[in-house]
């Protein structure tokens, strides 16, 4: 792996990432697909969004028998049919959402690796924005010690190493120090998913800022579960360089349009404000008249068109120095994301903000 950054504007950087199946510039987008059912397949979205990194789950993988035989046999890129970079992730997040998964973490690191996945993911320990800190304390140890253990077992395979501590700064940033000092490849800061649900986005700015303290700046940081462009500018000023997104396809099957202000409901729409080929081509009606399941594909397109594009944004800014401009005119149109700014000016953040 190599990891070389280009440009930089705020604590944001502009970077060339390479793996065994080749370039991806930063800040970017890996688009979940879950193997079972891929609503748009990695070939589409390479030929549409010119996508060179995509994530996808080895624990869904791992618990079919038949996905797993042939991933094993075969390599995860011929399972999904996709020559660039592929993540996995390790069953952490279902472990979270249905809280029934049993998993032995140093089984699920192997198996990554064995699929070829070119960055896999350790069994990180979830931590939830409701716990008491004693209970984040422990998840975070035991995750430092599951990542010790799994990085004798990473092959040639970069491995991410997820940075926890609920809502607590301190034991985020310890927790970021602890995993920097391993040679792991790739920090996600992971369990802010329920922060985003609920535009806890102030909680979230402390969070990475947290996580960026403790962090070795010269790796790759990941947003975990990000998936809603009106964050993406904030979040690369604030040092991060990816994030995933399964918010196209949630949205779509739930209705739902995103754009680069926030989420709109298709049926509230009287028109559609956006000019991506699927809106260019269909106009509201044209669209409503569509089956469901083709709708829902084409509103898919839409929101990963959308995304896509405000990547392109935010990669031009940073390169013209107006990245924090754009932050502010995004943090302009949410009042949660405008009070997430604030937090900023507080005078630790600002001073670390001034370094950069
Ligand atoms: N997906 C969304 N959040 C997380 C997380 O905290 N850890 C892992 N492994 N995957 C995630
Ligand atoms: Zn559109």
Redesign the pocket.
């Given at each position: 792996m190599t990891f070389e950054i280009k440009e930089r504007d705020a604590a944001g950087r502009l970077c060339q990432f390479t793996t065994k199946h080749g370039n991806v510039t930063t800040p970017n987008l890996l688009p979940v697909i879950n193997p079972n059912k891929m609503m748009v397949t990695p070939k589409e979205m390479k030929k549409r969004f010119g996508t060179d990194i995509l994530i996808t789950n080895s624990y869904i993988i791992y618990k079919n028998p038949e996905l797993k035989k042939k991933a094993l046999e075969s390599g995860v890129h011929a399972l999904i049919d996709f020559d660039g970079s592929i993540m996995t992730?390790?069953g952490?997040?279902q472990s979270y959402v249905y809280g029934d998964v049993h998993l032995d973490p140093i089984e699920i690191v192997q198996f990554q690796r064995d699929i070829g996945s070119d960055i896999g993911?350790i069994l990180?320990v979830?931590g939830t924005p409701g716990q008491t800190k004693e209970v984040a304390e422990q998840g975070v140890q035991e995750t430092i010690e599951r990542a010790k253990k799994s990085i004798s077992h990473k092959g040639e395979m970069l491995l991410a190493c997820?940075v926890?501590g609920s809502v607590y700064p301190q034991l985020r940033e310890y927790c970021a120090r602890q995993l920097s000092a391993l040679s792991a490849d790739f920090f996600?800061i992971?369990?802010v998913?329920p922060l985003m649900e609920n535009q806890r986005y102030s909680d979230l700015v402390r969070c990475i800022l947290a996580a960026k303290q403790g962090l070795d700046p010269s790796k790759p940081v990941h947003l975990?579960?990000a998936g809603h462009p009106l964050i993406f500018s904030l979040a690369v000023a604030l040092g991060c360089d990816f994030f995933d997104s399964s918010a196209y396809a949630k949205y779509a099957n739930d209705g739902r349009m995103i754009f680069q202000w926030g989420t709109e409901k298709f049926d509230d729409l009287t028109e559609l404000p956006c000019s991506c080929p699927i809106c260019t081509k269909y106009s509201k009606e044209e669209l409503t008249e569509l089956d469901a399941k083709e709708r829902t594909l084409q509103i898919a397109l839409h929101n990963l068109y959308v995304s896509f594009t405000e990547l392109k944004i935010i990669r031009i800014a940073i390169s013209e120095g107006w990245l924090w401009k754009l932050v502010e005119q995004r943090a302009s149109t949410n009042p949660f994301l405008s009070d997430a700014l604030r937090v900023l000016r507080e005078p630790d953040h600002l001073q670390w903000l001034e370094q950069h």
């Open positions: 992730d390790s952490t997040f993911t990180d979830f997820p926890q996600p992971g369990g998913v975990f579960g």
